[in-house]
């Protein structure tokens, strides 16, 4: 069957009627002067949206900063963890080492990587697989499995003890070299596989490509701490050894008295301060003494409505995995509602929750104003072209509209007289002069339309669907079906 051309009659024609059109010649003069977005935004709606919320946490730490890296996993994740070090050292803020998680994950993604190019080495170069493994290399991406994986077998540092460098900060060309580096590896895998070495011949010439990757990380990133000596001021109701504890002198009553007075709103007093000194201490034991919590105690719950992909079975993306032998990437699909109430049991609890969502999706991340609000009735494209976007969340996974691009944490929630969800208060890690003081306003449509992960405590989770959980019985998906796209693929950053 010959395919349909465009017809240039009926282009010149519907180019000739354009401008005869006064909201054709109001949306081409607003657009072309200030951009999409600009011109789409509602300021009337816009302007409704107020920071406040009913469930939050108390204590939220510092707004951190990914930089220009792929990250937010592991920024959520640590957010996350952080707030039971917060709690643990009754201190304001606190930040874990970004730079050593990536380090261990950089070495970690290569391992499996590798592993992943010897199981497929058989498979012609272009086959889907083995294509997309060569073509997305080494990533920054993830997911919150990929970091408590890491937390379990690494543990964790303060900042301090290995600080961003220019290549955590902008990761850009430290992985130039890493993807090239897997390339030629992957390349010497195959062609050794081709002349008849056997898998445990593989994997000694991989172990001995490792050793190159290791090389790189220490270059860019500075060898990790095997050992190191923690030292911070902390709160006079700090739940830590107190053998380990010093008091800070000179303290005179007299003096705390004097400066009450003086003290600024929201300032944290001194009285009562202590110095932790815990030497020569390990990243797990660190972990275990200041964080404590259970890298395995965790659910990743998804919201995908779809007939392919049925509520209420967990599913496994093939070929995802970062940490071989660590904790897998599963999903567990559930209702919208249960997603949210789960969400919502942690927020009163306390306890902050990673999530993930589209964002770039009617985020006007870059006006000038409202840059900092999610929510459907904001920006209005449809309006502004004339032209009806409006699909269902099961149209745009089915047909890949949308994915989990980008992770970030709920610190609190806005509920209605139903007790449901409202709009939800969103801790980013692109710094505190991004959004509103590093923070975003997510309406809980927005969140269901293009959001539809949270990472909660088993605990929340009711006790059938926790069941599911339990028995293994995963579905296999490959990362580039509906879903496994919908997911992030192999790519949230």
Same mark, same amino acid.
């Given at each position: 069957?010959a395919?349909q051309t ?8 519907k180019t000739k009627?354009f401008g ?7 949306a081409?003069?607003?657009v072309t ?7 789409a ?8 949206y107020?920071?406040?919320y009913?469930?939050t946490?108390?204590?939220t730490?510092d707004?951190?900063n990914q930089?220009?890296?792929?990250r ?6 640590f957010?996350?963890?952080r ?7 009754d ?5 874990f ?7 261990y ?9 590798l ?5 497929t ?10 294509q997309t493994?060569?073509s997305?290399?080494i990533s920054?991406?993830?997911?919150y499995?990929f970091?408590?994986?890491?937390v ?9 003890a ?17 993807d090239?580096?897997?390339?030629k590896?992957? %390349?010497?895998?195959r062609?050794a596989? #081709? /002349?008849?070495?056997s898998?445990? +011949?593989? &994997? ?14 220490s270059v860019?990133?500075g060898?990790?701490?095997?050992t ?6 902390v ?6 050894d ?7 002198e000179p303290?005179?009553?007299?003096d705390n008295?004097d ?6 709103d ?8 202590q110095?932790?000194?815990?030497? %020569?201490?390990t990243p797990?034991?660190f #972990? /275990?003494?200041?964080?404590?919590? +259970?890298? &395995?105690?965790y659910?990743q719950?998804?919201s995908v ?7 209420g079975?967990v ?5 995802i995995?970062s940490?071989l032998g660590?904790?897998?990437?599963r999903f ?11 969400t919502i049991?942690?927020l ?18 870059h ?11 904001t920006?209005d494209?449809?309006?502004?072209f004339?032209?009806?976007?409006d ?11 949308t ?15 139903n007790?449901k969800?409202k709009?939800?208060?969103i ?7 991004a959004?509103k003081?590093?923070?975003?306003i ?5 969140f269901?339309?293009y959001g ?17 959980w339990?028995?293994g ?5 490959d990362f ?14």
């Amino acid at each position: 069957m010959a395919k349909q051309t465009v017809d240039t009659t009926w282009t010149n024609k519907k180019t000739k009627a354009f401008g005869s059109d006064r909201a054709n010649r109001i949306a081409r003069n607003s657009v072309t002067s200030m951009g999409v977005s600009a011109a789409a935004r509602d300021i009337s709606t816009m302007r409704t949206y107020t920071d406040t919320y009913g469930v939050t946490i108390s204590k939220t730490g510092d707004v951190t900063n990914q930089r220009q890296s792929g990250r937010c996993w592991m920024f959520s994740s640590f957010n996350v963890l952080r707030q039971e070090a917060i709690k643990k050292l009754d201190v304001e803020t606190f930040e874990f080492s970004q730079a050593y998680g990536m380090f261990y994950d950089k070495l970690e993604k290569a391992n499996a990587a590798l592993e992943y190019i010897i199981q497929t080495a058989d498979q012609p170069v272009d086959s889907r697989v083995v294509q997309t493994l060569l073509s997305e290399g080494i990533s920054d991406g993830g997911y919150y499995s990929f970091a408590m994986s890491l937390v379990e077998k690494y543990g964790l540092v303060p900042k301090d003890a290995m600080p961003e460098t220019a290549c955590s900060k902008n990761s850009t060309q430290m992985d130039e070299r890493i993807d090239r580096l897997f390339r030629k590896s992957a %390349d010497e895998l195959r062609a050794a596989f #081709a /002349k008849g070495k056997s898998i445990d +011949d593989l &994997r000694k010439l991989k172990q001995k490509q490792l050793a190159n990757f290791h090389q790189i990380l220490s270059v860019c990133l500075g060898e990790p701490p095997l050992t190191f000596d923690f030292e911070c001021k902390v709160g006079k109701d700090a739940q830590v050894d107190k053998t380990k504890l010093s008091p800070v002198e000179p303290k005179k009553a007299s003096d705390n008295e004097d400066k009450k007075d003086d003290k600024k709103d929201g300032e944290k007093g001194e009285e009562g301060a202590q110095i932790l000194r815990d030497f %020569d201490i390990t990243p797990l034991q660190f #972990a /275990k003494r200041y964080c404590g919590i +259970d890298p &395995r105690g965790y659910v990743q719950l998804i919201s995908v409505p779809s007939k392919k992909y049925p509520y209420g079975k967990v599913y496994h993306p093939t070929f995802i995995d970062s940490v071989l032998g660590g904790i897998q990437t599963r999903f567990l699909n559930v209702e919208p509602e249960v997603l949210e109430a789960a969400t919502i049991a942690s927020l009163k609890d306390g306890n902050p929750v990673c999530m993930a969502c589209d964002v770039m999706q009617e985020f006007p991340r870059h006006n000038g104003d409202f840059n900092y609000v999610l929510s459907t009735d904001t920006m209005d494209y449809s309006g502004l072209f004339g032209i009806d976007f409006d699909m269902n969340r099961t149209a745009m996974i089915e047909n890949y509209e949308t994915s989990l691009t980008h992770a970030m944490t709920f610190q609190g929630v806005e509920l209605d007289k139903n007790g449901k969800a409202k709009q939800w208060r969103i801790e980013n890690s692109w710094g505190k002069d991004a959004g509103k003081d590093g923070y975003l306003i997510m309406s809980a449509d927005w969140f269901r339309l293009y959001g539809g992960e949270a990472d909660v405590r088993r605990q929340y989770v009711p006790k059938e669907l926790l069941k599911v959980w339990d028995e293994g019985k995963d579905v296999q998906i490959d990362f580039w079906e509906n879903l496994g796209y919908s997911l992030g693929g192999r790519a949230r950053k």
